[in-house]
């Protein structure tokens, strides 16, 4: 393996999530409902049934466009994908190839040691997710209701060069999706779908491979990293043996653990890409991308900067705490609150100690108020004063009864220190500041 490199290009298609399909008014509200009874003329592809576009999903596609740093196209055509599948009703599907919504983009992701590549982003476009396959046993039938949702999909270009790249890229667009609103990015119920374009070429190598395989529908962060592994070990292997690789399509097993051959690989040309008639083309200007990225909120990586310098807060502390947006703002709820308390002079504490409590007790955020929250944190820590020639017999006392570990402590073993203020808190039996006991334990051993 060490003589080869993978090379491997994602596509992402994430489900839109508003209100009406793409290109009708029927509900998109199609999980769980009975089979195709979220249909119409129009997702159903009935002759003489002209479709209409969704101006809610565009903006939503321009805003994951904007997130990615992308340039928003001024002129965008819709397009017409020309394949025969039973879940294409209309046997097209409306899509973007030539004249996509958003262009040339780039995020920044992190791999396993830690060091940050650039990931560039081919395009960003509008399309419609197809209906769905349900196989039984002897037949296959057919259910229309998620036909026409909106999708847009992300294409990078071939950038990435191990499967644990590839999963962070795709956890951070789920992260984004979801902070932007313009999807839940479920991947169980296939809100989010993973096709990665895997290659290998001799390390050193500068042109791309003459083939690629495409791994289809991938549903889970852990079946796309294991179907890359077994990938590219399958690639190393049969070249190793002289053999030559076809491009082709590939799909997952996850029971064996496999990847297995689907149909040879189309190229766009297959296709048949044409401007649909029906839809007219897509004109943006800059006042409405304005007027777009004046709605999209604080975006992770900003807020992630933003925590860690206005709170101090650590590294790890702070991925946990903006990992997810509703828990960010929840954090910041409590923060606002507490900082009120200080402006009175009350009694207030300390942000790491709120941040603490969040990620060790884990709070159900949507049953507890952060008032409520914090109430319970300032009584917890609620600590009563004692007399300070009281506290120091105390210590002299556990001072005498563990010279061991003052002498440990001396020697340079700092962590002792905890130890012996246990000993104080035990002998105290009273509820006070630790910092205080610490202060005065390091004083009098010294």
Known sequence: MNKYEPVIGLEIHVELKTKSKMFCRCSTDYFGKKPNTQTCP???????ALPYANKAAIEDCIKIGLALNCTVSELSLFERKNYFYPDLPKGYQISQYRWPLCVKGWVEIKDENNNKTKIRINRVHQEEDTGKLVHLENETLVDYNRSSVPLAEIVTEPDFRSSSQVKNYSQKLQQIFRYLEVSDADMERGDMRLEANVSVRPIGQKELPNYRVELKNINSFRFITDAIEYEIKRQVDALEKGEELAQETRGWNELKSITFSQRKKEEAHDYRYFPDPDLPQIEI????IKAIKAKMPELPDIKFERFKKEYGLSDYDTEILTREKSMAEYFEEIIQINQELK????????TKVIANWIINKKPDINQVLPAELLKTILSATQTVGIDE???????????????KAVEDYKSGKENVIMFLIGQVMRNVKMKIDIQIVKKALIENIK
């Open 285 to 288: 200007n800059e006042s409405e």
């Open 343 to 350: 402006n009175r002079n009350e009694k207030f504490v300390e």
């Open 389 to 403: 020639k009281e506290l120091e017999k105390i210590i002299k006392k556990v001072l005498d009864e563990n010279q």
């Open 42 to 48: 129009i997702c159903l592809g009935l002759p003489g």
